[in-house]
């Protein structure tokens, strides 16, 4: 995977492969990491360090989450199709779902949540 974009007007195009990350990568990192930082490109900077293993990725989850669980008990079944991430330090990564189902279905988790609350 990369990470593309402009720094500068200069085009630019970071590779990392998970476990392959030399020390030579982390020093060049941290050298774009500060450069960025001194152009208040936070979002970059968090990305970068996700990328090369340098900050943790917190994911929010889906295990208990009650919106989940309503879906379940419905048999309505979600699909995580990607990740949002505001790029703030210590950020979380929101999962998006898709939930596709006929009225019917839609209707009876209404029916859930509404009687649940």
Do not use: W
Not at 10 to 19: C, F, P, R
Not at 35 to 40: D, W
Not at 84 to 105: C, F, L, M, N, Q
Request: aromatic share 6%; with cysteine.
């Amino acid at each position: 995977m990369a990470i593309t974009g402009k720094l500068d007007g200069e085009d630019y195009t970071l590779v990392a492969s998970a476990g392959q990350t030399t020390e030579a990568d982390i020093v060049v990192a941290n050298d774009i990491i500060r450069m960025c930082e001194e152009r208040g490109l936070q979002e970059l900077v968090s990305a970068i360090k996700v990328r090369y293993g340098m900050e943790e990725v917190k994911h929010y989850p889906l295990d208990g989450n009650r919106f989940v669980e309503a879906c379940k008990a419905c048999n309505i079944a979600g699909n995580v199709q990607g990740h949002i991430h505001s790029g703030d330090e210590g950020a979380v990564r929101y999962p998006i779902i898709a939930v596709v189902e006929d009225i019917r279905k839609f209707e009876a988790l209404y029916d859930y949540i509404k009687n649940d609350a």
